[in-house]
């Protein structure tokens, strides 16, 4: 776990701020104070006195505005200690993606399809045996997921019973994605290179009526473009703009 611990006002809440952004796992102290029994990564100001004597705890000293390299750094240390990097994927047209380091959850996203396999490849970089789980439920875009990721460990996840039911006040649509994230990267799947799929009519159709929704009734793309876009080789964006440039 990530501790952050300073008296640096600025500091605390910048290092906060960007640890919540980046969805990992944390606690704070006050120096001085006793450190929590899973603490693995200090975050402080370089002028806070800790008096470490674990050397075990890594201690990362950073200022607010270099934070963001601060708690870069906090995360490399966290994954170096924890355990092997497993990056958990559950698709969608906004995937819920959980990066966990043994059983702790140091990073999560709900980013765009298009940005996810980028997404994912920052979040493996330099991390040799890292795995990627994709859950299988969304066919075609959980394929475009795999298929992005070469040079990759992939495993494909049945992610049936993954999506957690929220409680009142638990956030919305995007926190039970990356909910369901998590759940998938713990899960065992059966190792992929690529999946090969091939969009069925009714996805096609579907395809063709949101692009007639989108652009108000003017237009429906065409069974081609929307077979593109089912297999990711184009945005609905652009399958609406070629239909009507052509």
């Known amino acids: 776990m990530i501790v952050v611990v300073t008296d640096d006002f600025a500091l605390y809440h910048a290092a906060v701020a960007e640890l919540r952004e980046r969805g990992a796992t944390f606690t704070t102290r006050e120096p001085g104070g006793d450190l929590p029994e899973r603490a693995a990564v200090v975050i ?22 270099r934070v963001r390299d601060g708690v870069e750094e906090a ?16 698709p969608g047209e906004q995937p819920g993606i959980a990066v966990l380091s043994g059983d702790t959850v140091v990073a999560a996203y709900h980013v765009p399809l298009g940005e996810a396999v980028d997404t994912v490849l920052a979040a493996v970089d330099e991390e040799p045996d890292a795995l990627v789980r994709v859950g299988d439920g969304d066919r075609l875009r959980s394929a475009r997921v795999v298929n992005g990721l070469e040079d990759v460990s992939v495993e494909l996840v049945d992610e049936s019973g993954t999506t957690p039911t929220l409680g009142r006040g638990a956030g919305g649509k995007g926190m039970a994605d990356v909910l369901a994230a998590v759940n998938i990267a713990r899960m065992e799947g059966d190792p992929v290179e690529t999946r090969a799929v091939e969009p069925t009519a009714g996805e096609i159709q579907r395809i063709k009526n ?6 108000s009734g003017d237009l429906t793309v065409s069974e081609e473009l929307a077979r593109e876009v089912a297999l990711g080789e184009l945005t609905l964006a652009e399958a609406i703009a070629e239909q009507r440039d052509g």
């Open 75 to 90: 995360l490399g240390g966290l994954r170096e200690t924890d355990g092997r990097t497993v990056v958990g994927v559950d």
């Open 210 to 215: 949101e692009s007639r929704d989108r652009s």
């Open 44 to 65: 402080s100001a370089p002028h806070d006195d800790l008096g470490l004597r674990d050397d075990s705890i890594e201690h990362v000293t950073t200022t607010p505005d």
